[in-house]
């Protein structure tokens, strides 16, 4: 059975960093056309952060994490990870690894992903 497992999720204070890591287990990340992040903070839709096309590396990120997130790959360990720096209050949020293994949408919507993790919270504080 094919699981993605996060982790890396904690508490930290606004300026500060984290990496999240996800994990795919019975599958490896080649297997998987596309891969990302997504947030969901309480009473808000889930929202896309970040998302990598497997094969090219290319990747898209939220304009509002620009230039202060990193999506990134390591095939051999079969992980996705997430370096989040200058973290700001309203990054708070569940954070979600996602994937589709078939096709890589261009656009950061959540419809586009078919297989979902269980989430790792990120609570910054100001």
């Known amino acids: 059975q094919v699981r993605l497992v996060e982790s890396g999720g904690g508490s930290v204070q606004a300026g500060g960093s984290l990496r999240l890591s996800c994990t795919a287990s019975?599958?490896?990340?080649?297997?998987?056309?596309?891969m990302g992040w997504f947030r969901q903070a309480p009473g808000k839709e889930r929202e896309g952060v970040a998302r990598i096309y497997t094969g090219s590396g290319s990747t898209v990120y939220a304009d509002s994490v620009k230039g202060r997130f990193t999506i990134s790959q390591d095939n051999a360990k079969s992980t996705l990870y997430l370096q989040m720096n200058s973290l700001k209050p309203e990054d708070t949020a569940m954070y979600y690894c996602?994937?589709?293994?078939?096709?890589?949408?261009?656009?950061?919507?959540?419809?586009?992903?078919?297989?979902w993790g269980q989430g790792t919270q990120v609570t910054v504080s100001s």
């Open positions: 019975g599958y490896t990340i080649r297997n998987y056309a596309c």
């Open positions: 996602a994937a589709n293994s078939r096709y890589c949408s261009p656009y950061l919507l959540p419809q586009y992903m078919d297989s």
